[in-house]
């Protein structure tokens, strides 16, 4: 496994699914962590279960005033930070036909703009050699009915990222983004999938993945972590689908 020993780690959604995972394994390579969730009872579960070296925050990401925040305990508690990760999303799905004004800035503030805000904050702090990973989806490049706005809002966080890696190069800081194809991780609950209908759902979604199954979070977080690592050190602007080969369809 790759050290991470003496790495300070921000994750963000790190009370759930991915970014639990993910914030699991680099506390167990050593880093310290601080995970970002919108509610308070899940984030104290979720430092509760990953550890005396991982902390949390509670704030939305939707919110510059969260990153503000998170900036500043970073700085308080660390001093700096080596890796970001800007994992926390929703995905709302709707035909455009149903799309509010109200509901596609709502999509847009957690899945683009608390991305572009959470990185502008945390760049200052950031060491040399420093490593920010985004979660995307392969929404961006297989067409899924009802992902509009969500695959544009991912979209725009792909083209954050391959500008950050063109103006972070001077300070040797990576940007990259890991796309995951269907993953059995929460997210799946708020689909608005009724509950009875949900093993079919999943079960539907196994067949159409060419590898015959949903993906497993720990297996997204191993991904992230090589692009977070020195393994990664020549990757920067990159794209890593974990998909199951989904895209390919
Ligand atoms: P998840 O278990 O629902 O985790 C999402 C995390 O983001 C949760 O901690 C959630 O908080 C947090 N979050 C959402 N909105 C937030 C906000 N406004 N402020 C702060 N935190 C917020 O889902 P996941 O599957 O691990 O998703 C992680 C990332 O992977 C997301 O960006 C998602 O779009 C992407 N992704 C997932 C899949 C998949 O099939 N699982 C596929 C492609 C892409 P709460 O717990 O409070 O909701």
Excluded: C
């Excluded at 601080?34 to 990401?61: F, N, P, S, T, W």
């Excluded at 001093?79 to 709707?94: C, E, L, R, T």
């Amino acid at each position: 496994m790759n050290s991470f020993l003496n790495k300070v780690a921000i994750v963000t959604g790190g009370n759930s699914g991915i970014g639990f995972a993910t914030a699991a394994a680099l506390a167990a390579a050593g880093a310290r962590v601080l995970i970002v969730g919108r509610r308070q009872a899940a984030v104290d579960e979720a430092v509760a279960a990953l550890g005396k070296h991982v902390i949390g925050l509670v704030g939305d990401v939707a919110d510059p005033m969260t990153h503000d925040r998170v900036a500043e305990t970073v700085r308080d508690r660390f001093g700096g930070a080596d890796i970001y990760i800007a994992n926390a999303g929703v995905n709302v799905i709707q035909p455009s036909e149903a799309v509010t004004q109200e509901d596609y800035d709502a999509q847009f503030a957690i899945n683009a703009r608390g991305v572009f805000f959470g990185v502008q904050k945390i760049v200052p702090l950031m060491r040399e050699g420093g490593s920010i990973v985004l979660t995307s989806s392969i929404a961006t490049r297989k067409i899924l009915e009802g992902h509009a706005v969500y695959a544009g809002a991912k979209a725009a966080m792909e083209a954050f990222a391959r500008s950050w890696a063109l103006e972070l190069k001077a300070r040797r800081i990576r940007v990259n983004v890991v796309s995951p194809g269907p993953v059995d991780t929460p997210i799946l609950g708020k689909l608005g999938v009724p509950d009875d209908a949900r093993d079919g759902f999943e079960a539907h979604l196994a067949n159409v993945i060419p590898m015959g199954r949903l993906g497993q979070a720990d297996e997204l977080a191993r991904s992230i972590l090589y692009l977070a690592s020195d393994d990664a050190g020549f990757v920067t602007g990159a794209n890593l689908l974990v998909d199951g080969g989904i895209a390919l369809t």
